[in-house]
């Protein structure tokens, strides 16, 4: 019996894997959906479109489902229709929560997302009722092999970032918004793709959680990142590592 149990339990996490491999496919199809619609079915001449893509790539989605959802996207009349739509929110222990969607019934969405708030300790508020605590910024992240600490520097400077941080693993570039794509085609033709590359939600504070707090806050996240709908979630949570150890044994 306890070969069979872990075989099964081998098996749930394959299944496990695999519908978040699903989902995260299903995602990025929907940026590329929207950031082809919103420009030229070209990377080449939609930035928006080329970090979909890179983001595609990197989550080793083949190239042929990438090209057939540009060209749908591009066609007249075909596929679904998405809009762009930011949730804001209260999570346990007042942690700040921040979930962008890209949906097709807004209804569904918004029903879903303030179920998941209110079942898991938290409340949606407001458009702008929380982001006030979050810095938008771009950024783009290069493993250290890429370069030197000061070449990665220098180059930044010289596109236009705000910052680099350099460590032992990682080359991290943030900028302004309105600044993104510049600098990421800047940082890539000197330094080629990035490891990742896009527009966040930084949090200027944040809420350091005990273990049930924590473990509160980590459901609610989850459940968020499962929908469908849901691109990206942000929140201003620190969980000390005692903690995680703690909730991960």
Known sequence: ????????????????????????????????????????????????????????????????????????????????????????????????????????????????????FSKHGGALGETNSVSFMFNRMGAIRYPAAAGSADDMLEAAIEAGADNAESDAEWHEVTCAVEDFFAVRDALEARFGAPDSARLDWRPTTSVTLDEDRAGSLLKLLDVLEDNDDVQNVYANFDIPDSVMQRLSA
């Open 1 to 116: 019996m306890a070969g069979h149990s872990q075989f099964k339990n081998i098996m749930h996490r394959k299944g496990a894997q695999d519908a978040r491999r699903a989902r995260q496919f299903a995602k990025i199809i929907r940026e590329i959906t929207v950031s082809a619609r919103q420009g030229l079915p070209d990377p080449g001449s939609n930035p928006r479109l080329r970090a979909a893509v890179t983001a595609a790539r990197q989550a080793n989605m083949p190239k042929d489902t990438v090209d057939r959802a540009i060209k749908k996207a591009a066609g007249s009349g075909g596929g679904d229709d998405y809009a762009e739509v930011r949730y804001e929110g209260y999570g346990p222990a007042g942690v700040a929560v921040i979930v962008e969607a890209l949906t097709d019934n807004r209804n569904r969405t918004a029903s879903d997302i303030r179920s998941a």
